[in-house]
């Protein structure tokens, strides 16, 4: 948005027309995209994340909350170390799932026991159980992220699909 905003001002917009369509902006979606609150839980759909380097950065985006993972998907064959250091950092509960499901959760106990942290880690089969399993014990300012860090088609047709069944998955959670 500031990167925006600085070029449409250097072009002569009017301040207040920008002051104006700031804020109706929503995002795009599959990217950081907020989804719901819910009972403390901020959940956000970075389905766009389908390579360690993307996943990374949504982390970064988040550093200092409590962060669950939902990462997973098919197989690029890029390398996961530096993702498994990534994790082993920045977050307290892993979901993996999906045919890397294994292969992330044995970088980030490499990584993990490497620096003395390692975050609670469960694997499920699929995007939905990924979902149902964030959402059993919510903490207070807690964000669980979708950033898959992986193709989507062991499951999906791409990161478009599955990111919108992310976001009914999450929509359809009980109040």
Request: with cysteine; hydrophobic share 45%.
């Amino acid at each position: 948005v500031a990167a925006a905003v600085t070029i449409v001002r250097a072009a002569g917009a009017d301040c207040d027309v920008v002051a104006e369509v700031v804020p109706s902006f929503t995002g795009v979606p599959h990217r950081l995209e907020w989804v719901r609150t819910l009972r403390g839980q901020t959940w956000i759909n970075d389905s766009i994340a389908t390579a360690p380097d993307r996943t990374l950065a949504a982390l970064s985006a988040y550093r200092g909350r409590s962060i669950v993972l939902l990462a997973g998907g098919s197989d690029k064959h890029l390398p996961l170390d530096e993702l498994g250091h990534g994790i082993a950092r920045d977050v307290d509960h892993l979901i993996v799932y999906g045919e890397m499901a294994a292969a992330i959760e044995a970088a980030v106990r490499v990584a993990g026991e490497a620096i003395s942290r390692i975050p609670t880690i469960d694997r499920v089969t699929d995007l939905a159980n990924a979902v149902a399993c964030a959402a059993k014990q919510p903490v207070p300012d807690q964000v669980v992220l979708l950033s898959p860090a992986c193709a989507s088609y062991d499951q999906f047709a791409n990161f478009e699909e599955r990111g919108a069944r992310f976001r009914e998955f999450v929509k359809a959670l009980p109040e």
